[in-house]
């Protein structure tokens, strides 16, 4: 059984910083490309940043020079390290992992407000 398990959001002041994490159970983990996406109210799902099972990320353009993500096979984990958070940046925020087909966690909220 996969699961996907996020942990580490929260409300933070505008400038602020947060680090998502997600633990992977029931899966190769390292056969994974893993990804962040993100939900925000009235909004489609969007993508936010993946790695690649190399190591290879790839972001959005608005998370580009303030989002940083990270795996850590021997741990399946997956990390998004969210530095300057702006008051768009909240969402509900999702890990996925992709092999043939995705697998979703159940979110973790992040609010940016003041």
């Known amino acids: 059984q996969v699961q996907l398990v996020e942990s580490g959001g929260g409300l933070v002041q505008p400038g602020g910083s947060l680090r998502l994490s997600c633990a992977a159970s029931g899966i190769i983990f390292s056969a994974y490309n893993m990804g962040w996406y993100r939900q925000a109210p009235g909004k489609q799902r969007e993508l936010v940043a993946t790695?690649?099972?190399?190591?290879?990320?790839n972001y959005a353009d608005s998370a580009k020079g303030r989002f940083t993500i990270s795996r850590v096979n021997d741990k399946n984990m997956v990390y998004l390290q969210m530095n300057s958070l702006k008051p768009e940046d909240t969402a509900v925020y999702y890990c996925?992992?992709?092999?043939?087909?995705?697998?979703w966690g159940q979110g973790t909220q992040v609010t940016v407000s003041s």
């Open positions: 790695i690649t099972t190399g190591g290879i990320s």
């Open positions: 996925s992992a992709q092999f043939l087909v995705t697998h």
